[in-house]
């Protein structure tokens, strides 16, 4: 969020009066949570009672107490210990703007589901002054020069403190905010959250953390981990969430996998969902479902293998045109391929040709996954919490993708991920100095439909169905958006991008009638704006940004740094 | 014999919209080497401009008078939506990545249906019916009705329009791109664009233009479609789209007398291979995995079309 | 001549021949842009190729390396008949930089490097993602070879450094540096010191002599006529696609054909290319 900022003249003015009245205003927005905001106890999981904040109260206090901690940064106790190196002002700034932005929601939160204006009590308004005196006085409070956060020193502990905290935030936070049953409260609590990355931003943790994040790469990935894993616990075997939250995990993993052809080889596959289908494919006609064509049921690791191995295959037939097209073209023969494995998915039923697939209604009725003598159809009791049957999908899928994750990374940082950087750079002198371009093409090709085969396995089962209307063109853009909205080439970046266009949807149900709509958008203006996605990957953006000399300079300096 | 020459109406009348259609990617194509995914959106939206101009003035009315308007009323709407998705999504990106304007116009593409689909009926002071399904296409007299048959051969009144529409074009794109000033700066655009900019010729317009000039032949194909279907709808564009893409690149992308003769031999083999491919691959099902095919073995192994055009190493 | 010059080496003894071009014809279209052009190279030397603009010097080069398939001729390679397919040339032993610097401007100068030694690696998929003992050594060695190869060319200090934020005659010397390390016998040089002072000129000389002096053998296309009679072995001389002159610089110095040709026919050199064909010296691609 940038406004413009007050004359320069102006702030030195009133520059005093900014650090009080922003006191003010956090008092106000505390002392508001603590009232009731809302007269209709029957919205956003009511805010009526005085005395005891209901939940989106607690999120306006713990903004307030942050806020809180900022001022006194400014100019107080805390200035002493963390004034030289936060940009205390600047973030106060952002977090006041998104505290105002949350409260102005919270008003026309409660004005729309219940009728009118009247039905906002004194505390609601109370708040908002506050918020309305905090963005005030931030404004005024003059900014400083300040020392680079990331040239501090501190102590090992402290940064994996720090990770194990942004950890936790994001784990409370996801549960928090699937728990959110309404759509207002889910958009107020994405609104909360964007003031905290704001607030990080701006006042320079957040560069802080990723130089954090490189340096412990290890025990930043663990941690990541950890969370995922954790994640099934915090939901007290409710399965609504955990069904998204496997939707989420297939849909990442099969990005990811993707991510390996656009992202590292730079080759653009919009047929990609294909893949994912052979996969699926396989082990629904290998399941001995009652519509299944073959009665042949194998080892489930068997079913994977061979799912991955019949879309390797097809990856190798796909890829093979790279011999002899490339850009654009491939671009549209990858989408050809993709349409003709539909087409045929739809057509293979017996009627007009083989009967493999059943044709249009695909194969139901596929039984529950079944590996020695666990049935993830069961759910099951793990140290007093129950897991219910997709969080058993949950946890396999996970392993995969974390699998998927490893290869992406290793193969990323290899004599393979330098051949396809290079191709991508300049195909021809990569050529000329001796890389097999034909070679590493149609590798990338290969492992990713690989990839996308075996998480196909898995998603038959999962699903209990497979049907051609599973795997159109549009999943396919669907998941090269994850991978330009996210940050090609990255991981990071493929997952954020990943769970949100999975989860925004399923969260956000009075939105489903313009979903497509703002998808569309989405890309248009990414690739307007940010062609290198929500988290950049160096590379790519260096890419993105050839007469960038700026740019280009301050990535030199970076990798200069970490070399030492 | 009266097998073979239904399907080849047949084939000419599809391949005559295709041809349509193709003429927009290869203009485009041979000017900015940008595929343009949405053309085919630009097609729908066509269709959907002629629909609209019929139901605000002329509602009911069935004259053949009213055609022109309806074609008039469809390219206001194509080239509208053409020049708009030039000026705002794919300008800006000119020096950008190749991968950019690819995913630009997948992105244009899905928006562009989805307006359609959600806001067609709450355009404000019309009465338009929902996109959602399928709408019906008016039908005039003359241009519609029943078909006229010639032997044995059936021969449907729109079909006459498509291919009478396509030969028309045909003439007047020849005579707009060889004898007038702006289509002579077109070809030197394509020559040479840094060239053409020094000699004075203003490429930002003629990229306009080629933008333009492929919505007003999609904007006819639109209402050709509409005509022979009896109706629209808001993915019309995404296949035929497809197919005219697969037109212009076989008879050579980049060149326009390749597109129509591309855009008549693709519709000519869809509709042969619906008659002719024996056993259970032929038939209708499989008529548009024959056209992937197709598209598929010319990419790969003659990538300049059957015409041939200036094959720019697209690295 | 001036004094700015460098001494120069009594000519070594040359050894077997590494580089055998016989009859080298290139036609593209109606163009003939090089006819019949033999060419040898024997270990240790440093060959010049000059001609004017436009002469199909670096068609040659291109003949040579595999990115044009020669339309007749044959080129042998260390005894060995060569493919004309640039990773066969590579593994052969053959490696080359451009005339307009193709390097892969985005990535570090060590990563460039690096990549020149893909074709001396063995590293596949699966290999690379267990990481195995053997992946971590061969990673290990690629890295240090890259940097050693770094500080021949005397940019030991620049690893880290984007390939295109580096000074144009750096990136002029990283080109060297990465045909080094795909361990070649004979390095193409396609105009070393275009662009360049003086002082950088004698420093690319001096590293030209370097190479050579570490056994390998050297051609290099060059305008700049006293750094390659002060440089090379031998000269060739081409003129619209056609050898005119090959012999010792001396020879080529006093030849009235080389003067004749550099002075009389620049002119009307670009009116008989057809407007359609490639340029015949350059790097512009072709699709055949």
Partial sequence: ?564 | MDQFLQQLVNGLTLGSLYALIAVGYTVVYGIVQLINFAHGEVFMIGAFGALSTYLLFFDGQTGVWILPIMIIGAMIAAVGTAVLMERVAYRPLRNAPRLAPLITAIGISVFLQELVRVFYDRIPFADFPSAKQRIPFPQLDVVSGTAVQIGDVTVQRSAIFTIGALVVCAILLWYFINRTRLGRGMLAVSQDPDTARLMGINVDRIIVVAFALGAVLAAIAGVSQGLQNNNIDFKMGFIAGLKAFTAAVLGGIGNIQGAVVGGLVLGLVESMATQYVPGQFGGGTWKDVWAFVILILVLVFRPQGLLGARVVDRA | MTVTETVRQPAPAFGEPVLEAAGVTMRFGGLLAVNDVNLTVREGEIVGLIGPNGAGKTTFFNCLTGLYKPTGGQVRFAGAPLAPKPRAVVRAGMARTFQNIRLFANMTALENVMVGRYCRTSSMALTSIIRGPKFRREERATRDRAQELLEFVGLGKSTEHLARNMPYGDQRRLEIARALATDPKLILLDEPTAGMNPQETRQASDLIFKIRDSGLSVVVIEHDMRFIFNLCDRVLCLVRGETLVEGTPDEVQSDPRVIEAYIGTGEDEDEERPQDAPAADGDGEVTP
């Fill in chain 1, 1 to 564: 969020m940038s406004f413009p900022t007050l004359p320069d003249t102006f702030v030195a003015k009133h520059a005093a009066k900014g650090w009080p009245v922003g006191l003010a205003g956090v008092a106000l927005v505390i002392i508001g949570s603590f009232m009731s905001w809302s007269f209709d106890r029957q919205i956003l999981g009511d805010l009526s009672v005085y005395g005891y904040p209901g939940g989106l109260q607690i999120l306006a206090i713990i903004a307030a107490l942050l806020a809180l901690a900022l001022l006194l940064m400014v100019k107080g106790p805390l200035y002493s210990v963390m004034g030289h190196w936060l940009d205390a002002a600047l973030g106060l700034r952002a977090l006041s703007v998104w505290l105002l932005i949350y409260m102005v929601g919270i008003l026309v939160a409660i004005t729309t589901e219940s009728s009118g204006l009247v039905n906002i009590d004194p505390g609601g308004w109370v708040s908002f002054v506050g918020a309305l005196l905090l963005f005030a006085g931030s404004r005024v409070i003059p900014l400083r020069e300040l020392r680079d956060l990331s040239e501090t020193k501190v102590p090992g502990w402290l940064e994996i403190a720090g990770i194990a905290v942004v950890m936790a935030g994001i784990l409370f936070g996801a549960a928090y905010a699937l728990a959110r049953e309404d759509a207002w409260s889910f958009v107020l609590f994405l609104v909360f959250a964007g003031g905290v990355i704001a607030a990080m931003f701006r006042t320079g943790t957040m560069t802080w953390f990723s130089h954090v994040a490189t340096r412990q790469k290890k025990v930043l990935t663990l941690a990541a981990f950890a969370v995922a894993f954790f994640f099934p616990f915090t939901q007290n075997g409710s399965d609504a969430n955990m069904s998204i939250a496997t939707s989420v995990l297939i849909f990442a993993a099969t990005a990811m996998g993707l991510n390996i052809v656009v992202g590292l080889a730079g080759l653009l596959d919009l047929g990609y969902i294909a893949f994912l289908g052979s996969g699926a494919y396989v082990a629904a006609s290998l399941s001995q479902s009652a519509f299944a064509t073959i009665g042949w049921k194998p080892p489930f690791l068997v079913v994977m293998l061979v799912g991955g191995l019949v879309a390797a295959t097809l990856g190798l037939i796909i890829g093979s045109p790279t011999l002899r097209v490339s850009g654009d073209y491939l671009a549209i023969v990858t989408l050809g391929f993709g349409e003709i494995f539909r087409f045929s998915m739809f057509n293979l039923d017996g009627n007009n040709g083989p009967n493999l697939t059943n044709g249009p209604n695909g194969i139901p009725g596929i039984p529950e996954l079944e590996i020695g003598n666990f049935n993830f159809g069961d759910p099951h009791t793990v140290l007093g919490i129950e897991l219910g049957r997709f969080s058993n999908y949950y946890f396999v899928l996970l392993l995969l993708l974390g699998f998927i994750i490893l290869v992406f990374s290793r193969l990323n940082d290899s004599r393979i991920g330098r051949g396809w950087i290079a191709i991508r750079e300049d195909e021809k002198a990569a050529e000329a100095m001796g890389v097999n371009v034909f070679g590493l093409k149609i590798l990338a090709f290969a492992v990713g439909a690989f990839l996308a085969g075996l998480a196909g396995t898995l998603k038959a089962h999962q699903d209990g169905a497979v049907s051609p209307d599973q795997y159109i063109f549009l999943e396919s853009a669907f998941l090269l958006a994850a991978i330009v909205l996210g940050g090609m080439g990255t991981i990071a970046g493929v997952l954020i991008g990943a769970t949100l266009l999975k989860l925004l949807p399923e969260k956000m149900r009075f939105f489903s009638e313009y979903r497509l709509l703002l998808f569309g958008l989405t890309l248009v203006l990414m690739m307007r704006f940010r062609p290198e996605g929500l988290v950049a990957s160096r590379r790519r953006k260096l890419e993105f940004h050839e007469e960038d000399e700026e740019l280009a300079l301050a990535i030199e300096s970076e990798l200069v740094e970490e070399a030492k």
